[in-house]
């Protein structure tokens, strides 16, 4: 790591770009209305169309990144990423602007897996590994919390096409510093590429994820979702059996019997669930209750950004020293414990005593994520790496969008009760009807009700509207809690502390990097 600091620079420049690609473009979406006119619709997709093709090429792209070479990978998918961000600020519509979200999705997919399997392919000691992936795990960790606050910051400079536009030359700087410094990596035994096996996974997955980001609106019970999940469930079984009888598959299958690399995998999802549901509700709750802007709001998330930093570098270092399956477990335990800290949270409730919180969550997610990610690398053989790489980024990704899916249709539940039976009778039925659309609206309609001369009622919706909020909120952090207690105990009982020594040791020292 010392002889090669530009190598990890690189590598760590190129997750921290993408990563923040996820959450910068959240604070533009009511920009977007006003100058795109984008519909609700619309507005989702600008957010989707990154993630759902994001998540959908992840084990294609680091499958054919262990086959055509990692570094080559890596600079194409940043050449896509940086060239989709630039037209995405020359846009002038909705339509186009989801359109270069495509690729700036598809950019991101080949970008993520070829990092962190060239960070195992360059960093081959474990010690020097995992240090490398606890900067790997930082770094992705406090990009997503960075979104926010560079996007407010960048809104209140210029433009909405200021955030797209920033993210090009960031791309363009990481392109170069992998051209300079990296060396060029490859399985060498890869022969032939596995097309069907490729189509399969993409479409497994993106059906799957296509089916929790509309569940919520279509409700889960719907003929429409659980026809999703089940077509999802079956091109899974049709991938899973392909891989097991090819000869030269994209993805071993047999590396879910580890225990290592499953109850890892499970850790990581059950860490981003809860990641991205706190994330839902928090920024509602500082919005609507604490009256922070979209800026402020970024600012006053720093504690979790700060402490998932640290604790990622920090939990590779104990999961080496102490063992992953007691570091992991501490870490989910810690994250239970936050979220039903968080769970009491009410109006009153100071910052200082949410700054308490989110620096108990953040190191949560530390101790979890970095280290199982560092259990997974060092389970797949190095020759593997883009698409064990990828499995990882894949667990992430699913773990997110299971996380807003669930714990937003929990929430939206429970909210739509409490308010049903406490909104007013006097209220008009169009006017019930909008407070149940949002609680942003509700809020309005409240503020509203009060200026045109009836301050009892709207004294009587807000306060509706506040007990349902917290209802739903605190509901949804304790089946968060629930999860990440149930993910302890897998932990516990699945998770080897160390991994095994391999069965032919000689076979770890066969080079992995191919001098340029």
Same mark, same amino acid.
């Given at each position: 790591?010392?002889?090669?600091?530009?190598?990890?620079?690189?590598?760590?420049?190129?997750?921290?770009?993408?990563?923040?690609?996820?959450?910068?473009?959240?604070?533009?979406?009511?920009?977007?209305?006003?100058?795109?006119?984008?519909?609700?619709?619309?507005?989702?997709?600008?957010?989707?169309?990154?993630?759902?093709?994001?998540?959908?090429?992840?084990?294609?792209?680091?499958?054919?990144?262990?086959?055509?070479?990692?570094?080559?990978?890596?600079?194409?998918?940043?050449?896509?990423?940086?060239?989709?961000?630039?037209?995405?600020?020359?846009? =002038?519509? #909705?339509?186009?602007?989801?359109?270069?979200?495509?690729?700036?999705?598809?950019?991101?997919?080949?970008?993520?897996?070829?990092?962190?399997?060239?960070?195992?392919?360059?960093?081959?000691?474990?010690? *020097?590994?995992?240090?490398?992936?606890?900067?790997?795990?930082?770094?992705?960790?406090?990009? &997503?919390?960075?979104?926010?606050?560079?996007?407010?910051?960048?809104?209140?400079?210029?433009?909405?096409?200021?955030?797209?536009?920033?993210?090009?030359?960031?791309?363009?700087?990481?392109?170069?510093?992998?051209?300079?410094?990296?060396?060029?990596?490859?399985?060498?035994?890869?022969?032939?590429?596995?097309?069907?096996?490729?189509?399969?996974?993409?479409?497994?997955?993106?059906?799957? =994820?296509?089916?929790? &980001?509309?569940?919520?609106?279509?409700?889960?019970? #719907?003929?429409?979702?659980?026809?999703?999940?089940?077509?999802?469930? +079956?091109?899974?079984?049709?991938? &899973?059996?392909? *891989?097991? =009888?090819?000869?030269?598959?994209?993805?071993?299958?047999?590396?879910?019997?580890?225990?290592?690399?499953?109850?890892?995998?499970?850790?990581?999802?059950?860490?981003?669930?809860?990641?991205?549901?706190?994330?839902?509700?928090?920024?509602?709750?500082?919005?609507?209750?604490?009256?922070?802007?979209?800026?402020?709001?970024?600012?006053?998330?720093?504690?979790?950004?700060?402490?998932?930093?640290?604790?990622?570098?920090?939990? =590779?270092?104990?999961?080496?020293?102490?063992?992953?399956?007691?570091?992991?477990?501490?870490?989910?335990?810690?994250?239970?414990?936050?979220?039903?800290?968080?769970?009491?949270?009410?109006?009153?409730?100071?910052?200082? $005593? &949410?700054?308490?919180?989110?620096?108990?969550?953040?190191?949560?997610?530390?101790?979890? #994520?970095?280290?199982?990610?560092?259990?997974?690398?060092?389970?797949?053989?190095?020759?593997?790496?883009?698409?064990?790489?990828?499995?990882?980024?894949?667990?992430?990704?699913?773990?997110?969008?299971?996380?807003?899916?669930?714990?937003?249709?929990?929430?939206?539940?429970?909210?739509?009760?409490?308010?049903?039976?406490?909104?007013?009778?006097?209220?008009?039925?169009?006017? +019930?009807?909008?407070?149940? $659309?949002?609680?942003?609206?509700?809020?309005?309609?409240?503020?509203?009700?009060?200026?045109?001369?009836?301050?009892?009622?709207?004294?009587?919706?807000?306060?509706?509207?506040?007990?349902?909020?917290?209802?739903?909120?605190?509901?949804?952090?304790?089946?968060?809690?629930?999860?990440?207690?149930?993910?302890?105990?897998?932990?516990?009982?699945?998770?080897?502390?160390?991994? $095994?020594?391999?069965?032919?040791? *000689?076979?770890?020292?066969?080079?992995?990097?191919?001098?340029?």
């Amino acid at each position: 790591m010392k002889r090669n600091p530009l190598i990890l620079v690189s590598l760590l420049l190129a997750a921290f770009v993408i990563n923040l690609d996820i959450t910068i473009v959240n604070v533009a979406l009511p920009t977007l209305v006003r100058e795109l006119h984008a519909s609700n619709s619309q507005l989702q997709w600008v957010v989707d169309a990154y993630n759902l093709l994001f998540a959908a090429l992840l084990l294609a792209a680091g499958s054919l990144s262990d086959r055509l070479g990692r570094k080559g990978f890596l600079l194409a998918g940043l050449g896509v990423f940086g060239v989709a961000s630039f037209v995405g600020g020359l846009t =002038t519509t #909705s339509g186009q602007l989801i359109a270069a979200r495509c690729f700036m999705g598809i950019g991101a997919a080949m970008i993520f897996p070829a990092t962190l399997s060239l960070i195992s392919n360059v960093f081959t000691e474990r010690t *020097e590994r995992a240090k490398a992936i606890g900067l790997w795990g930082a770094t992705a960790g406090m990009a &997503i919390a960075l979104g926010p606050i560079v996007g407010g910051w960048l809104l209140e400079q210029s433009s909405w096409k200021s955030i797209f536009f920033a993210m090009a030359p960031v791309a363009a700087v990481g392109a170069a510093l992998v051209a300079w410094s990296m060396p060029t990596s490859r399985d060498p035994a890869a022969h032939k590429t596995d097309f069907p096996g490729l189509v399969l996974s993409s479409a497994a997955i993106a059906l799957l =994820t296509y089916t929790l &980001i509309e569940a919520p609106r279509y409700g889960w019970s #719907s003929g429409r979702t659980p026809t999703g999940f089940a077509v999802a469930a +079956a091109v899974f079984a049709v991938f &899973i059996v392909r *891989e097991a =009888t090819a000869a030269e598959p994209m993805l071993d299958v047999s590396l879910f019997r580890n225990p290592r690399f499953t109850a890892a995998c499970a850790s990581v999802t059950v860490t981003f669930f809860g990641l991205s549901g706190f994330s839902f509700l928090i920024t509602q709750y500082f919005q609507f209750f604490k009256g922070y802007g979209p800026l402020s709001t970024g600012v006053r998330l720093l504690p979790v950004a700060l402490s998932v930093g640290v604790m990622s570098v920090l939990g =590779t270092k104990f999961a080496v020293r102490f063992g992953t399956k007691q570091v992991v477990t501490v870490g989910l335990v810690c994250l239970a414990g936050f979220f039903a800290w968080v769970s009491t949270a009410s109006v009153a409730t100071s910052y200082l $005593e &949410i700054v308490g919180q989110m620096l108990l969550g953040g190191t949560g997610v530390g101790l979890v #994520s970095a280290p199982a990610t560092e259990a997974i690398m060092g389970v797949v053989p190095k020759a593997k790496a883009g698409v064990g790489s990828a499995v990882n980024d894949a667990t992430r990704l699913l773990g997110s969008t299971l996380g807003v899916a669930v714990v937003g249709s929990v929430f939206a539940s429970i909210y739509n009760n409490r308010l049903t039976t406490r909104l007013p009778a006097e209220l008009a039925p169009p006017l +019930a009807r909008t407070a149940h $659309e949002s609680v942003g609206g509700a809020l309005n309609l409240a503020n509203g009700t009060g200026l045109i001369g009836h301050p009892a009622l709207a004294k009587s919706v807000h306060a509706a509207v506040s007990t349902a909020f917290f209802d739903g909120f605190s509901v949804a952090c304790l089946v968060v809690a629930g999860v990440s207690v149930a993910g302890a105990i897998v932990t516990l009982l699945l998770l080897p502390a160390h991994p $095994e020594l391999p069965a032919h040791p *000689e076979a770890e020292l066969a080079p992995a990097l191919e001098s340029q």
